[in-house]
């Protein structure tokens, strides 16, 4: 009985997949709430190993219904594809419900995220090219297309045509391609509102029933707190909030009826890409985290830079967030460690900051404090109960636990279903 919240605490790919999955079991709904299908949610499991982007991790548990919120921004053919994929992997997807409200990734999107992208060369935004910024940029101008108006013969076509003479101007003038096919993309965009027309639903009025129900609802976010477009080291951003405050706007639920934030971190640092990352390692320890963590995302196959525990960053995160408790994952990535760093505050410009600066100037010129800790040097990944752990490895929880301020109620010590270990459960306890 309680709606909670999960959350990316770091870069992403901190294991909200294998968390979400693992909450799940007793869940009634899991409801993605912002982002598109630019991530990748990786869940093992014994029907094999699924890579969630748009649909719900929690759709592997046949009593959970699973929702892809309004503040998503969908693309028909991607969802489609990855629906077939769940059917052919003996997956039940009629559970699956996408709100009428949310907005639709289209063909120009793609086009211009790509062209947008080179166009500013060397300053680029690492954007993974699958429509998601133009697409919020359209909900934003309000000339966005939504998953109801694809139901429509007339209104999306009348959408349709008013909005694409707007792009075609763009993509002939300014990029010199050739213009997209209205009645190409009108027929395409139709068809795949056919296709998921039993899927599409008021969401908004669902949840707003299983609320009265007292049902268990889970939030899942996608990416991570420190690629939030307002407080993510912008502009290396995603397009939408990753933040807890945006969970109960994404997915159609009052700011209240959030009963717990929790913020999932890996006991290390990663990032994708660009833009400052002050823990980041170039050395045989940040390889050794990247080949025994598997860092590579999900979805592009991109290695992650690796790097010590931030909690700085962390921090932040904890309090933008609010979080009540927090998840340790990857624990068994420093098994082999003699020593492991932890950075507790930053040296900027010859002062001791202990918060994270708004430029990214600044964060890059920000030198990590670490304080040094004893590692472990033992398998963690057969352990169930947190008492059996080593305790090197229990002083190191204690130790991020007092920096985050926040309590710490799961750590995970392998990619597989059930390899977590619980201190509290965090669904019953909340009343
Ligand atoms: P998400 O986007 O936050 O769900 O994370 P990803 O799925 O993109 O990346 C996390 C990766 O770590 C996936 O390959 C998971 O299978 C894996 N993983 C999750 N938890 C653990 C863990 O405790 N130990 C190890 N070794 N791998 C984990
Ligand atoms: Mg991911």
Known sequence: MAVVAVIGAQWGGEGKGKIIDE?????????RYQGGGNVGHRVVHEKGEFVFRLVPSGILYPNTTCIIGNGVVVDPKGLIDEMEKLQRQDIDIS????????????????????????????????????????????????TGIRMADLLDVDTFRAKLSTILQQKNRMITQIYGQPPLSLEEIHSEY???????????????????DALSDH??????????????????????????STLAGNAAVGAGLPPRSIDRVIGVY???????????????????????????????????????????FDAVAGRFV????????????????LDTFPTIKICTAYNLHGQTIRSLPATLSDLAA????????????????????YEDLPEEAKTY???????????????????????????????????
């Not at 909450?23 to 409801?31: E, G, N, P, Y």
């Not at 990416?223 to 993510?232: E, N, P, Q, S, T």
């Not at 670490?370 to 169930?384: A, F, L």
């Open 215 to 240: 049902k268990t609802i889970l939030l899942e976010g996608a990416r991570g707190a420190l690629l939030d477009i307002d407080f993510g080291t912008y502009p290396f951003v995603t397009s939408s």
């Open 397 to 431: 929880i204690k130790r991020l636990e007092g920096l985050l301020e926040t309590p710490i109620v799961m750590v995970s010590v392998s990619p597989e279903r059930g390899k977590t270990i619980q201190l509290q459960d965090v669904l019953v306890s909340v009343a």
């Open 95 to 142: 559970r699956l419900y996408i709100s009428e409200r949310a907005h639709v990734v289209m063909p120009y999107h793609f086009l211009l995220d790509r062209l947008e992208e080179e166009a500013r060369g060397t300053d680029n935004v690492e954007s993974s090219q699958r429509g998601i910024g133009p697409a919020y940029v359209d909900k934003h101008a309000r």
């Open 190 to 208: 139709y068809g795949y509102g056919l296709q998921l027309r039993s899927h599409i639903a008021d969401t908004q009025k669902m949840l707003h």
């Open 23 to 31: 909450l799940a079991m007793r869940t009634d709904f899991v409801v």
């Open 318 to 333: 904890a309090q933008l967030n609010g979080l009540d408790v927090a998840v340790i994952t990857k624990l068994d990535v």
């Open 266 to 308: 890996k006991a290390y640092t990663t990032r994708v890409g660009s833009g400052p990352m002050p823990t980041g390692l170039f050395d045989t320890w940040g390889q050794t985290m990247r080949d025994r963590g598997h860092e590579y995302r999900t979805n592009t196959g991109r290695e992650r830079r690796c790097g010590w």
């Open 366 to 385: 920000c030198q990590p404090v670490y304080e040094e800790v004893k590692g472990w040097q033992r398998s963690t990944t057969g352990i169930n109960h």
